[in-house]
């Protein structure tokens, strides 16, 4: 299995809801990647986690709640979003942080309305 | 200053073509390099690793500079398919950082 996959494809939630991405990769990776990414524009970095364990959140407000419940899995809660939240949500995995190229999954497009 | 930089593009190309991307980056401790590709409303994917001693795969080149910190995509013989964003990658031991991309259009 070579494939990072994301759930859902597709997600319109409204600024009160409440919603959760999910990420999962059965490469044995052990370094997990959350990406935004606006139209023309290239993914920017939210969050970083190595072995399990979160080590670089790129200044995202709180409303972004990632988690990492085991090595294989990644989640990211989402409370009180904004309209210009919306935007392409990606999850990436390497075998370890550090030199190693990144495989993506297909993204969750996210609405905000 | 971005700490990578892109050709800015579009490139529009007959088919056949021979087409060269640039990319530069800031960062001197940054240790490999990777060109991907994205298709419209699709994820980035690995197109190819690259390496001081340039490395290829059938139709495309690529080449790094660690001296000028410079580094080099060449498509020969261009196709329809080839069609896609063309995005510059830098991991700098942190991260991974992200040109802004350099679309490509092959025209019949």
């Known amino acids: 299995d070579t494939e990072v996959t994301q759930t859902p494809k597709h997600l319109v939630m409204g600024m009160t809801n409440k919603k959760s991405l999910k990420c999962e990769q059965h490469m044995g990776h052990r370094a997990m990647y959350w990406y935004k990414q606006k139209a023309k524009k290239p993914p920017e970095l939210m969050f970083v986690?190595?072995?399990?364990?979160?080590?670089i959140n790129e200044s995202v407000p709180s409303r972004f709640s990632p988690e990492c419940p085991n090595s294989s899995l990644l989640n990211l809660h989402l409370h009180a979003l904004q309209p210009e939240d919306s935007a392409l949500y990606l999850c990436a995995s390497s075998q370890e942080t550090g030199s190693y190229g990144y495989t993506f999954g297909s993204g969750t497009r996210l609405t905000v309305v | 200053r971005k700490e990578v930089e892109q050709d800015p593009g579009p490139f529009n190309v007959p088919e056949g073509a021979t087409v060269a991307f640039n990319c530069t980056y800031s960062?001197?401790?940054?240790?490999?390099f990777f060109w991907y590709r994205q298709d419209c409303r699709k994820e980035p994917k690995l197109l190819m690793s690259?390496?001081?001693s340039g490395n290829e795969d059938g139709r495309f080149t690529a080449q790094l500079n660690r001296a000028s910190q410079y580094i080099s995509l060449l498509i020969r013989d261009s196709k329809l398919s080839d069609s896609a964003t063309y995005l510059c990658v830098v991991n700098n031991l942190r991260d991974m950082r992200f040109g802004a991309g350099t679309r490509l259009t092959v025209k019949p």
């Open positions: 986690y190595s072995y399990e364990k979160l080590s």
């Open positions: 690259v390496y001081s």
């Open positions: 960062n001197s401790a940054s240790q490999s």
